[in-house]
């Protein structure tokens, strides 16, 4: 809820009213952390955020975007010029992308090919927003930040509270 606007939560509840008026809701944030994430501050970083949820998920952003945000970079790199082989297509099909990189690497070309457009940016600093380490997968040649997020309850009820009646 931190992330949208008020009007945009009160359609979400109304639409839950309205095809279910029984259902429990629990309203939460999604509290974004990054470890030395004053690193950010004044920096040109680069994004990467899930590739499922920007592709197939339709979304433009994640929490990358929101933490390049929260701790200050001076500027979010657009990777779309220095894309390779299949992430250069994963931009012309899903045009909707511009200020992310979306972590594509289903198998060992595809994540050569994240790696080196990784590597053909000029940023100072990288933002991996992945449910991931993708320090485990790829060896990019930038410092690479990882963003965490936990759910943070708002009110009651809580998950817990919901839980003890299982």
Same mark, same amino acid.
Request: glycine share 8%; hydrophobic share 40%.
């Given at each position: 809820?931190?992330? /949208? ?65 929260? =701790? ?30 979306? /972590?594509?690497? =289903? ?41 965490? =997020? ?17």
């Amino acid at each position: 809820m931190d992330t /949208a606007r008020k009007d945009q939560v009160d359609i979400v509840m109304t639409n839950i009213k309205s095809l279910n008026p029984a259902a429990v809701v629990i309203r939460a944030n999604s509290k974004i952390t990054v470890d030395d994430g004053g690193a950010i501050a004044g920096k040109r970083v680069l994004v990467i955020e899930d590739g499922p949820t920007l592709t197939h998920g339709g979304m433009k952003f994640g929490a990358g975007i929101v933490a390049a945000q929260k =701790y200050g970079a001076a500027e979010i790199v657009d990777p779309r010029p220095f894309a390779v082989g299949s992430i250069k297509k994963t931009f012309e099909k899903y045009n909707h992308l511009d200020r992310v990189l979306p /972590a594509m690497g =289903y198998g060992d070309k595809q994540t050569e090919e994240l790696d080196a457009t990784i590597d053909r940016i000029d940023c100072d600093l990288i933002i991996s927003a992945t449910p991931i380490d993708l320090n485990r997968v790829i060896t990019p040649n930038k410092k690479m930040l990882r963003v965490r =997020y936990e759910l943070e309850e708002i009110g009651s009820p809580t998950l817990k509270d919901v839980l003890k009646g299982f």
